[in-house]
């Protein structure tokens, strides 16, 4: 990846976990591939005979082959090296030790702005340009309007801090926008890889409906789809664990690496081990 321009598509999981929570996803494509990939991704949608957004929250067993032929072209072009995907999420079991009400309520947002500063690692961008210009595309924020934009005001901020001034990143006003992901495919693609790790991570693969003695086929088949994922995901890290960070094999491995996860820790925590799962069994 060394375009003049680059698109982070991302997405989020507001929802609280059992074990985890805090889900932040991005995929990131340069503008000079956008157009084919989008067209490919597209192509092959509309091919399964999708005629609704995909989503994970979709996924059923009738419609669970045509999940994975979607999500193996997007790894496709992941292996390629034309997507970067990046996970980020927090353990329950590390609580901050000092929980401010007011810190809480922006809590949403300060961690998506740790995410967009730090895990594509931008500030190791490559390239030969005199400058390089970032477009960041959310799905639709659940928070006020007045926080989103100022939310997006820190992040438009991000071009003037020293490692991003040194990579030549400018972030043009207007480039920071939010978008609705049915009409965004790669947002798509990455609500599916993003569900199915909040799905696994979070053990609702274990679910049993009330009253009932064995799993759901809705349940059985967000397992097989997630599976899939991982297969995909260890064709590139073959001993890849998703429930922590991703390691480093170099300094700029959060820029070059195609897949990686971040378990988000804060400095100031305490470990409840009545939140972990050791403590549920």
């Known amino acids: 990846m060394k375009d003049k321009e680059y698109i982070i598509f991302c997405d989020e ?9 805090n889900f932040y996803g991005g995929v990131m494509v340069g503008l000079s591939q956008y157009d084919r990939i989008k067209e490919r991704l597209e ?24 999940y994975i032929s979607f999500i193996q072209v997007f790894f496709d072009e992941l292996r390629a090296g034309n997507l970067k ?33 730090h895990s594509f690692g931008l500030k190791h961008m490559e390239h030969a340009h005199p400058e390089v210009y970032l477009r960041l595309y959310f799905d639709q924020f659940p928070d006020t309007s007045e926080r989103a934009e100022q939310f997006k005001g820190y992040l438009g901020m991000l071009e003037a801090m020293r490692h991003f001034e040194k990579a030549r ?37 274990k679910a049993i409906p009330e ?22 995901i260890k064709t590139v890290y073959p001993n890849f664990n998703i429930g922590i960070s991703t390691g480093a094999k170099s300094e700029d491995a959060c820029w070059k690496d195609p897949y990686r996860h971040w378990k988000f820790v804060p400095r100031d925590h305490v470990i409840d081990k009545s939140k972990g799962k050791r403590a549920k069994k």
């Open 169 to 205: 990143i400018r972030i043009r006003e207007g480039d920071i926008t939010e978008i609705k992901s049915h009409e965004h495919i790669l947002l798509q693609g990455l609500d599916i890889v993003l569900g199915s790790m909040f799905f696994r991570l979070n053990d609702l693969h």
């Open 85 to 117: 995907v990046r996970i980020m999420f927090r353990q329950n079991r590390y609580v901050r030790r000092f929980d401010d009400p007011e810190e809480k309520a922006l809590e949403y947002f300060k961690l998506y702005y740790q995410f967009i500063k």
């Open 43 to 66: 192509s092959k949608r509309d091919e399964l005979g999708f005629r609704n957004e995909l989503k994970w929250q979709k996924v059923t067993d009738a419609y669970l082959d045509r």
């Open 13 to 21: 999981s507001a929802k609280k976990g059992e074990f985890y929570s």
């Open 211 to 232: 009253g009932k003695h064995r799993r759901g086929k809705r349940t059985v088949a967000k397992e097989k789809l997630y599976k899939f994922i991982l297969s995909e």
